[in-house]
T-cell receptor, first 116, second 112 residues
């Protein structure tokens, strides 16, 4: 079944540590996204990518970086984690050919990150 | 003021009730209106989307858009315990790539 997977599902780390969250998809979609979800703030876009050579900042990119290693893989890095980066992180995909301008997005199961 | 406002709830209803979930928005450029359902410890999944104004029905779910009032609704008929989840509205303008703006989600609990 075509899917969006994220690893790890849960992670506890300490302030100052570097951490990478990974996302893979078998949907064949060209666009990939990273969001964080916080209570009371909803989903906020961190970075998005239209293809391997096209990376764009979202509304809250400070403190984060990304890498699109292949069409199917998009990883998010926290270079030096801080406690206010504790959140639920989601990867999502979409495909211009099937969703057009509606930009319907398909989400992975999420990574719960805790920074102590 | 947020571009999209959504009451976080929680909203508790008895099984079989009609549920009304709503969002208001301020950006007149929004043309696509979506509803996502998110179960606990899962990612959001798209339920329905509509383009511009009007209604769309899919089984027990009906989405309504009133662009004149900048107000969208999701109705759930004959609600079931399996409908217990958080419902997020989402919107985007038309044309090319447009960022999707999400509401914070309304938590719904359907009591058996």
């Amino acid at each position: 079944d075509a899917d969006v997977t994220q690893t790890p599902r849960n992670r506890i780390t300490k302030t100052g540590k570097r951490i990478m969250l990974e996302c893979s998809q078998t949907k064949g979609h060209d666009r990939m996204y990273w969001y964080r979800q916080d209570p009371g703030l909803g989903l906020r876009l961190i970075y998005y990518s239209f293809d391997v050579k096209d990376i764009n900042k979202g509304e809250i990119s400070d403190g984060y970086s990304v890498s699109r290693q292949a069409q199917a893989k998009f990883s998010l890095s926290l270079e030096s984690a801080i406690p206010n980066q504790t959140a639920l992180y989601f990867c999502a995909t979409s495909d211009l050919r099937t969703s057009g301008s509606a930009n319907e997005q398909f989400f992975g199961p999420g990574t719960r990150l805790t920074v102590l | 003021q947020k571009e999209v406002e959504q009451d976080p709830g929680p909203l508790s209803v008895p099984e079989g009730a009609i549920v009304s979930l709503n969002c208001t928005y301020s950006n007149s450029a929004f043309q696509y209106f979506m509803w996502y359902r998110q179960y606990s410890r899962k990612g959001p999944e798209l339920l329905m989307y509509t383009y511009s104004s009007g209604n769309k029905e899919d089984g027990r779910f009906t989405a309504q858009v009133d662009k004149s009032s900048k107000y969208i609704s999701l109705f759930i008929r004959d609600s079931q315990p399996s409908d217990s989840a958080t419902y997020l509205c989402a919107m985007s303008p038309r044309g090319g790539y447009q960022k999707v703006t999400f509401g914070i989600g309304t938590k719904l609990q359907v009591i058996p």
